[in-house]
């Protein structure tokens, strides 16, 4: 470890003293990280302090409320958005008082997250080879993961817990990094989940039927409460006793009163969870989903039954097909869901919505209570422009990193600061609609040059600004403008944006996402006939999709450049659309597509009234289509569709 010489001292003073920031490599001069007695290591491990300082918040924009009661903060909240920044922001919530459980406590009462497990991995070349890029594939992960165990930390209430889903081969590391994190006495179990019903084969070990939850509380506060697990229903011949009320065989007595024989119908649960997976992976089973990482219901009532009361926040950040959330519903809980794929998204909108009252889905449909989708980190521009001031206002300074206080300089009113600079949200709406020119920044600079320092931030609509440039330099201070839609100034952000992507084929589902920053929602650009075809040697006709153009108009790094289809991550379709509620009914992954020439069938008897196809890009852009069986039919009279 380097250390802070006399050389570093002066020219730490004088970059202070010129007011500029400090070169991002003296932080670990200045603060090197402290060392514990032991610890696990890995290639780029961070400071806990740089993470939570580093990690950009992002504003949640509302899309849509599923229920009655319009919009409100209070409702449960599907996120949409890499989860990273998304809890930074929740985070914010926190200390704002918006997060709050009926006992009073801030933050969330308890999370439960099952990440991906960073098992997938494609590899060429030597033994060797393959070691060394595993090696680099577990430290990223290490990484990845270690800086979201921290947010959440950060977002638990002072009683609240923590059940982290792993496998056997990656959960003994994560084990070692949860004891730094939480604390080694925080360490409450090691939840074994066997399920004995997954036949793997002969593969020359013994067969991994586990997985393993790792169980740590928040401080020696938290309580949890005993689990009732059912047990197997006694044979009838077994019955002696029936206890009519409570449903269950109590006990048999002789004619002395003696008991002589005893039946439960429930025990307490220990630390070794057997719970069948054949729910979650056979097709007709009430509580299939069909994702791919899907988990048992019977496993979340566990956790959210031992941890909570009704009507305490629980997060899931890690959401996949929403088995949390929907739990969470049926027992009467909050739920903060968050997840980075639009399958899932979508997945869990139409689970919510189709809720039935018992575990394991069966019985009366519930309706869920009033959720709210919001975007974290890919915006649509058209709602936006729509928001009064005050919102408008709020959105960009938080878009920005700028912090939200109000004040006043050479007579100006200005709207906060971003790190010491001072912040300024360009008013647009203004007598009915102003621009932001030359002449206003020289006013500006008139008014307040000399009392603020080398740099200065104006926020603005790209549309309502006349010039071009990034900034303007005036006297000894630099004004940049931040345009909204789009505004990415390299040298202002400590790591380079990175967008979210979207899996191009089923195995991809469960990747590992990092997205930086933020992007604003492109259409894409799409052609597609539609048809009817009957398959060689079938009687039964089929609706066809033939894609002829798609391209991804996003701005991020790399994409203008990708050729007609390669930016294709998946189409969705509902195949009865309501006209307001996109229910996925299927999904068709690129990979698969282009294996057909770029043709995806539908069968026509399942078509409603109108379909509503999505076609999304691998950043998550959609284009969207309704058509009728009558359009895919129009092709088929004009004689040419059969080709
Ligand atoms: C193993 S699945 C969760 C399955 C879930 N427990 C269920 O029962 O369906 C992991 C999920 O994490 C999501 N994911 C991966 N990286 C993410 C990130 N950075 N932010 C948010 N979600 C992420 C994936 O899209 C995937 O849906």
């Known amino acids: 470890m380097p250390e802070l010489t006399e050389h570093h001292r002066r020219h730490i003073i004088e970059l202070l003293e010129r007011g500029e920031d400090l070169p991002p490599d003296y932080k670990h ?70 997060l709050v459980n009926p006992d009073g406590s801030h933050g969330v009462k308890l999370v439960y997250i099952d990440p991906p497990f960073a098992t997938k991995q494609e590899f060429r070349g030597s ?34 817990c923590i059940f982290v889903h792993l496998d056997w081969k990656k959960g003994h590391y994560v084990k070692v990094l949860l004891d730094e994190i939480f604390g080694e006495t925080r360490f409450e179990n090691e939840i074994i989940w066997h399920y004995p019903d997954n036949f793997q084969g002969n593969v020359n070990r013994f067969p991994n039927n586990h997985n393993a939850i ?69 097709k007709r089973s009430a509580e299939y989903i069909g994702y791919p990482t899907q988990k ?109 206080e109000p004040h006043t300089v050479g007579g100006v009113e200005l709207d906060g600061y971003r790190g010491a600079d001072d912040v300024l949200v360009f008013n647009h709406l203004l007598d009915g609609g102003v621009v932001l020119d030359y002449g206003f920044i020289d006013d500006l600079h008139n008014q307040i040059g000399g009392k603020v320092g080398s740099r200065f931030f104006i926020i603005a609509p790209a549309a309502s600004v006349a010039f071009l440039e990034d900034y303007i330099d005036k006297g000894r201070t630099r004004y940049y403008i931040l345009r909204i839609p789009y505004s990415i100034i390299n040298e202002l952000h400590s790591r380079d944006f990175e967008a979210i992507t979207q899996p191009m084929d089923e195995s991809d589902i ?19 006939e539609y048809l009817v075809k009957t398959p060689e040697g079938q009687m039964i006709s089929e609706a066809v999709i033939r894609i002829k153009t798609f391209k991804s108009r996003a701005m991020v790094k790399g994409a203008i450049q990708k050729g007609n289809l390669e930016t294709l991550s998946m189409v969705m379709v509902d195949y009865d659309y309501d006209g307001e509620v996109f229910t996925l009914d299927a999904v068709f992954y690129a990979a698969d597509i282009e294996k057909r020439g770029w043709e995806i069938h539908l069968p026509l008897e399942s078509l409603g009234k109108q379909v509503m196809i999505i076609y999304m890009d691998i950043y998550g852009n959609e284009y969207r289509e309704i058509k009728t069986p009558a359009d895919f039919r129009a092709a088929e009279a004009q004689g040419g569709a059969n080709a």
């Open 127 to 160: 033994q060797d080879e393959r070691a060394y890029q595993d090696k680099i594939v577990g430290a990223q992960f290490l990484g990845f993961l270690r800086r979201r165990l921290v947010l959440l930390r950060e977002l638990l209430t002072d009683d609240g």
């Open 296 to 404: 048992p219901e019977e496993l979340l009532r566990r956790v959210i039954e031992s941890a909570t009361e009704e009507g305490d926040i629980v997060l899931d950040a890690f959401a996949g097909s929403g088995t949390t959330l929907a739990v969470a519903e049926k027992l009467g809980r909050r739920w903060i869901g968050i997840d980075c794929g639009k399958l899932a998204i979508y997945t869990i909108q139409k689970r919510m919505l189709n809720l039935r009252e018992n575990i394991g889905n069966k019985g009366k449909r519930l309706q869920p209570r009033p959720f709210t989708l919001y975007n974290a980190g890919l915006y649509d521009f058209s709602q936006l422009k729509r928001l009064p001031w005050e919102e408008w206002r709020r959105f960009a300074l938080l878009l920005f990193q700028c912090r939200d």
């Open 510 to 528: 469960n990747a590992m996402v990092e997205a930086v920053g933020f992007d604003f929602i492109r259409l894409p650009e799409a052609e597609c």
């Open 29 to 98: 001069l200045l603060f090197p990280p402290e060392r514990q007695e032991y610890e696990l290591v890995y290639a780029g491990k961070e400071r806990e302090e740089d993470i939570l300082a580093e990690t950009m918040a992002v504003p949640l924009q509302p899309v849509k409320t599923f229920g009655n009661g319009g919009e409100d903060e209070r409702h449960n909240m599907l996120i949409f958005g890499d989860n990273l920044q998304a809890m930074k922001t929740l985070l914010q919530w926190k200390a704002k008082g918006r």
């Open 214 to 282: 790792y169980l740590y509380s928040r401080s020696s506060h938290t309580r949890f409460k005993r689990v009732a697990v059912p047990l197997k229903k006694p044979r009838k011949r077994d019955v002696r006793v029936w206890d009519k009320e409570t449903q269950s065989l109590v006990a048999a007595r002789d004619d002395n009163g003696n008991v002589i024989y005893r039946e439960f119908t429930h025990k307490w649960a220990d630390d070794v969870w057997t719970i069948g997976q054949s729910g979650v992976t056979k």
